[in-house]
């Protein structure tokens, strides 16, 4: 089994090159890949399934052929967690739950968007909590398309501000709770996007080696991650 890992991608009309890659990527897909999986921010916002796509359209069209041959995968990151299941399914993904357990070679690998892990930073939590309830979305959706399109800008020039006055340190994950899923899920292998700091984790967790991995995002390079025969391999392509 060949399965591809990638994260953070921002796709956005504002960055064509980044786009052309990708889409060249999937064309060229070999025909062992068997899944991708895309964990999160996917794209740079979504409002709604009546979302213009401005710039995007041949990149949804280009996975639902795609899917034909291999199963793509998706999840919320929190930039596109308004990605509704069906839109999912209109073009060939199918959504995942955050987190969900997958089982690659007799390893238990959890993905994660990661947020989730980032606990010390609770301005950024209580904001998840309230954009991820029921309620909100529905009174977000509600609103004309111009209205959201116009707040869905105000938001992320709000939280690029606010990212740029934040501690390093409150954005990374919380190590604490990073050892408390590991625990509570008796997993090998965790993956995750988020935090745009791409590494390779190694700890010991119940006398048990286990591995987190982060993925990397694609402003500057491409990332993304193979596993292939219990073989794990990273792929890096410079994107400017």
């Known amino acids: 089994m060949t399965s591809l890992f990638i994260s953070d991608l921002h796709l956005d009309k504002k960055r064509p090159e980044v786009i052309k890659f990708f889409i060249n990527f999937m064309i060229e897909l070999d025909s062992k890949i068997e899944s991708l999986y895309i964990l999160g921010d996917f794209i740079e916002y979504w409002v709604g399934d009546d979302d213009p796509a401005d710039g995007l359209t041949d990149i949804f069209n280009v996975i639902k052929k795609k899917s034909d041959s291999l199963d793509i995968y998706i999840m919320h990151g929190n930039r596109d967690f308004m990605l509704s299941e069906n839109f999912c399914k209109k073009f060939g993904m199918k959504l995942l739950k955050d987190p969900t357990i997958i089982e690659i070679d007799n390893k238990k690998i959890m993905l994660m968007h990661g947020d989730t892990l980032c606990i010390d930073d609770k301005s950024y939590q209580e904001f998840r909590t309230m954009v991820r309830s029921d309620k909100w979305q529905k009174e977000m959706l509600k609103k004309p398309l111009k209205k959201r399109l116009e707040l869905a800008k105000t938001l992320r020039e709000r939280s690029l501000a606010a990212t740029d006055v ?47 991995i982060v993925l990397g995002d694609w402003y500057t390079k491409s990332f993304i991650l193979k596993i292939e025969n219990s073989n794990i391999t990273i792929e890096k392509n410079s994107l400017i």
């Open 166 to 212: 934040k501690d390093e340190i409150i954005m990374d994950v919380n190590q604490k709770e990073v050892v408390n899923v590991f625990k509570s899920n008796d997993i090998d292998l965790i993956i995750h996007g988020h935090t745009h700091r791409p590494n390779i984790h190694k700890l010991s967790v119940n006398n048990k080696d286990v591995t987190r």
